[in-house]
């Protein structure tokens, strides 16, 4: 499966992108400036060797010509590239896992846009594409560090059932991470809101917690 990441040069652009190609993926690396990505790449291949053989520094546009396509920018850019890159994107499976949060003292709070979530106020900017969400509750930091092992859960959501069982396999052919279904688009609220409850714990309690689903074999 090949799978393209906009976004790629961010901290958990790069993060996925590697942990996606240590794990059999063909993964197209994109970034605004396709020097940057060129230069990112570099440094994962340096640092990971044959591990990370599998990516491939590209722009973004070319990103776009994968199977799955991840919008891995900051949050508030989000919503305006899957808007650039929409023609692009038509048929393919897009995946959401943007939280757009606000941080205040020593707390994050969610800001949700009209139609509820970022992934839905992407479907609606999508139509013609399979929007699915995921990846809210994983560290950023964790991704990118081949050598951790990620004790964490991953819940995806989506309209298109299809679309929604792919992503889960994606997800559970990362080693330690365990895919759930989330249902519908929905529910994308819930994860999207639940980050700001996690990196609130996670910062007054100076922890690194992830999501892990109790009473699971």
Same mark, same amino acid.
Request: net charge positive; charged share 20%; glycine share 8%.
């Given at each position: 499966?090949?799978?393209?990441?906009?976004?790629? $040069?961010?901290?958990?652009?790069? #993060?996925?992108?590697?942990?996606?190609?240590?794990?059999?993926?063909?993964?197209?690396?994109?970034?605004?400036?396709?020097?940057?990505? =060129?230069?990112?790449?570099?440094?994962?291949?340096?640092?990971?060797?044959?591990?990370?053989?599998?990516?491939?520094?590209? =722009?973004?546009?070319?990103?776009?010509? =994968?199977?799955?396509?991840?919008?891995?920018?900051?949050?508030?850019? =989000?919503?305006?590239?899957?808007?650039?890159?929409?023609?692009?994107?038509?048929?393919?499976?897009?995946?959401?896992?943007?939280?757009?949060?606000?941080?205040?003292?020593?707390?994050?709070?969610?800001?949700?846009?009209?139609?509820?979530?970022?992934?839905?106020?992407?479907?609606?900017?999508?139509?013609?594409?399979?929007?699915?969400?995921?990846?809210?509750?994983?560290? !950023? !930091?964790?991704?990118?560090?081949?050598?951790?092992?990620?004790?964490?859960?991953?819940?995806?959501?989506?309209?298109?059932?299809? !679309?929604?069982?792919?992503?889960?396999?994606?997800?559970?052919?990362?080693?330690?991470?365990?895919?759930?279904? #989330?249902?519908?688009?929905?529910?994308?609220?819930?994860?999207? $809101?639940?980050? !700001?409850?996690?990196? $609130?714990?996670?910062?007054?309690?100076?922890?690194?917690?992830?999501?892990?689903?109790?009473?699971?074999?």
């Amino acid at each position: 499966m090949r799978i393209g990441v906009l976004g790629a $040069t961010g901290p958990a652009g790069r #993060g996925l992108a590697a942990r996606l190609a240590d794990n059999g993926f063909e993964v197209l690396a994109g970034s605004r400036d396709p020097a940057k990505s =060129a230069r990112v790449v570099a440094e994962l291949q340096d640092r990971w060797g044959r591990r990370v053989a599998g990516i491939r520094p590209v =722009a973004n546009h070319a990103a776009c010509d =994968a199977d799955v396509v991840i919008v891995a920018v900051q949050a508030d850019a =989000a919503l305006a590239t899957a808007r650039y890159f929409a023609d692009q994107l038509v048929g393919r499976i897009v995946v959401s896992m943007a939280n757009n949060l606000v941080r205040r003292g020593t707390e994050f709070n969610a800001v949700l846009p009209p139609h509820g979530s970022i992934a839905k106020e992407m479907q609606a900017l999508l139509w013609r594409s399979k929007v699915c969400t995921a990846f809210h509750l994983v560290p !950023a !930091a964790e991704f990118v560090d081949l050598s951790l092992k990620m004790a964490s859960d991953v819940v995806a959501c989506g309209d298109d059932d299809g !679309a929604r069982r792919t992503l889960m396999e994606l997800i559970a052919a990362i080693p330690d991470l365990r895919a759930f279904d #989330g249902g519908s688009l929905e529910n994308a609220v819930g994860m999207e $809101t639940f980050a !700001a409850v996690l990196l $609130t714990i996670n910062l007054r309690h100076k922890v690194r917690a992830s999501l892990r689903l109790g009473g699971i074999p």
